[in-house]
């Protein structure tokens, strides 16, 4: 099936990661040109013809608008973003007890990083709008947002406020800059990465998590990546403001004996 992506310019934040790995692998086998964005490691993104690797760290706005630049300047306008990158801080944190500085990292990274990239996305948008031709940003949320996480409600806020304020008022200004732009958002559940890989190696959550899918299994970074592709792709040319869950049917209640 043809997903016009080939020969696009595809940036995914967070690329360095366990999901931004697998999304980077997609894009370039469907004949994309990827910028990959890290902060602190590349570690498996090698830089190659079709791959142009940028380092920012999220809370600089100065290293967000380099970062677009630099990938503007290398593969020319950027038709497709995907905010992919986060933090989830593993200790268990009640509201009571969660430090401001802990809250604000939080939201600093995982909601207004991704307010930053955007921007950036949109300026370049704005400037380079005749050579697109279905322009899309894809924000990587989390069930966090749809059912909260006890411990983590800094987490849960953020991916909220993506998957829903963001995703839908961005979709509506996209479409001022180009008729045919679309906004988007994925919800994974659990994923088997570096991220989740500390509670994931406790049997008793693993067991507890799968008692809420339909689907008893962890989903796989290309589990999430290829929702990604497909909201990217021209396959979903009528599909914006909308939120595809990858979660293997979680509900927020117990649906299996342990
Ligand atoms: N894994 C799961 O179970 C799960 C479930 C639901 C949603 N998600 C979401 O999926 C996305 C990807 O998660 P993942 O599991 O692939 O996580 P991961 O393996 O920990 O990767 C996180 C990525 O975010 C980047 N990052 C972290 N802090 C940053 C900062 N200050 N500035 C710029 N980049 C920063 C990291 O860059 P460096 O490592 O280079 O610093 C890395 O590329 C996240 O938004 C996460 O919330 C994950």
């Given at each position: 099936?043809?997903?016009?992506?080939?020969d696009?310019?595809?940036?995914?934040?967070?690329a360095?990661?366990?999901?931004?790995?697998?999304?980077?692998?997609?894009?370039?086998?469907e004949?994309?040109?990827v910028?990959?964005?890290y902060?602190?490691?590349p570690r498996?993104?090698?830089?190659?013809?079709?791959?142009?690797?940028?380092?920012a760290?999220?809370?600089?706005?100065?290293?967000?608008r380099?970062?677009?630049?630099?990938?503007?300047?290398?593969?020319?306008?950027?038709?497709?973003i995907?905010?992919?990158?986060?933090?989830?801080?593993e200790?268990?944190?009640?509201?009571?007890?969660m430090t401001?500085?802990q809250?604000?990292?939080?939201?600093?990274?995982?909601?207004?990083g991704?307010?930053?990239?955007?921007?950036?996305?949109?300026?370049?948008?704005?400037?380079?709008?005749?050579?697109?031709?279905?322009?899309?940003?894809?924000?990587?949320?989390?069930?966090?947002?749809?059912?909260?996480?006890?411990?983590?409600?800094?987490?849960?806020?953020?991916?909220?406020?993506l998957?829903?304020?963001?995703t839908?008022s961005?979709?509506?200004?996209?479409?001022r800059?180009?008729?045919m732009?679309?906004?988007?958002?994925?919800?994974?559940?659990?994923?088997?990465?570096p991220?989740?890989?500390?509670?994931?190696?406790d049997?008793?959550?693993?067991?507890?998590?799968?008692?809420?899918?339909?689907?008893?299994?962890?989903?796989?970074?290309?589990?999430?990546?290829?929702?990604?592709?497909?909201?990217?792709?021209?396959?979903?040319?009528?599909?914006?403001?909308?939120?595809?869950?990858?979660?293997?049917?979680?509900?927020?209640?117990?649906?299996?004996d342990?």
């Open positions: 099936m043809e997903t016009g992506l080939r696009t310019h595809v940036f995914i934040t967070g360095s990661g366990g999901i931004g790995l697998a999304m980077v692998e997609l894009y370039l086998a004949g994309a040109r910028t990959a964005h902060n602190t490691d498996e993104l090698v830089k190659s013809e079709r791959l142009h690797l940028v380092q760290d999220v809370l600089s706005e100065d290293a967000v380099s970062a677009v630049q630099s990938a503007v300047e290398k593969f020319g306008v950027i038709e497709h995907v905010i992919n990158h986060g933090i989830w801080i200790d268990s944190v009640p509201i009571a007890d401001l500085e809250w604000n990292r939080t939201i600093g990274v995982d909601l207004t991704a307010f930053l990239f955007t921007r950036e996305y949109l300026r370049q948008l704005r400037e380079n709008v005749d050579n697109v031709s279905t322009p899309s940003i894809v924000y990587i949320g989390s069930t966090a947002g749809i059912f909260g996480e006890e411990h983590h409600a800094d987490y849960s806020s953020a991916k909220s406020a998957m829903y304020g963001m839908k961005a979709k509506n200004e996209i479409v800059i180009h008729p732009g679309r906004v988007n958002a994925v919800a994974p559940g659990w994923v088997r990465t991220m989740a890989e500390g509670a994931l190696a049997s008793k959550v693993v067991n507890r998590v799968l008692s809420t899918m339909a689907l008893r299994k962890i989903a796989t970074p290309t589990d999430v990546a290829n929702a990604t592709l497909f909201l990217t792709s021209k396959l979903a040319a009528h599909t914006s403001g909308d939120i595809i869950e990858v979660t293997g049917g979680m509900e927020g209640r117990t649906l299996h342990r």
